[in-house]
């Protein structure tokens, strides 16, 4: 199959350190309980396998299973930041394309649909990536970004900060639409429900 680039791969092995590897594996699992159901044993051979190639921070699939992407850091540092790599596989763990970010990626999001994917960076950056291959990055917030998640209808994408507070954005103009404060300490967690009325975070507050 060919592989589709949108950015350069940093160079070194590609081997996940031991933190890196029990993510990847319970990516694995949860692969396996989506397209296979819950009588699959969970010790059993992973169903896809797939190396990041740097410390992984985060991973997220699509509601059909087709897409999984994986985010990380690869160790090397760029801009005083350690620089970023977000990988995207099929569902069967063939790559189909990977960038890399100024920024180690902390969070990643898909879209309901799929046509739609957003990450957070440690440089305060989100990014989001359309499925023509159109991208748009910006200013998120002036710390990390540690979280980030799509409404149910795709047209709102919210990001929570170590600067503590959950901001929402209009997707199709970039522009803030609103703030959600009540955090004391950074947000590292967000979930937008299927009917879109409810938002629930988490954060180091408790």
Known sequence: QKRLRTGVR???????????????????????????????????????????????????????ASKIAAVGSTGFSVEGHQAGLLTVWDGVGSERWSVTNPGAILCVGWTRS????????????????????SNRRWPAAEAPVLACAFS????????????????????????????MLGHSGPVFALCVSRDGQQVASGGADG
């Open 10 to 64: 940093a160079k070194r092995p590609r081997v996940l350190n031991a933190r890196g590897w029990a993510l990847a594996y319970t990516l694995v699992l949860l692969v396996v309980a989506t397209s296979r159901g819950w009588a699959a044993d969970p010790l059993a051979t992973p169903f896809v396998t797939a190396d990041l190639g740097a410390e992984l921070r985060a991973i997220a699939v699509t509601e059909d």
């Open 114 to 133: 799929g046509d739609m994917l957003a990450f957070g960076a440690d440089d305060g950056f989100a990014q989001l990536y359309l499925r023509d291959g």
């Open 152 to 179: 149910a209808d795709g047209t709102r994408l919210l990001t929570g900060g170590a600067d503590h507070v959950i901001r929402v954005w209009d997707v199709a103009s970039g522009a803030a639409v609103g703030e």
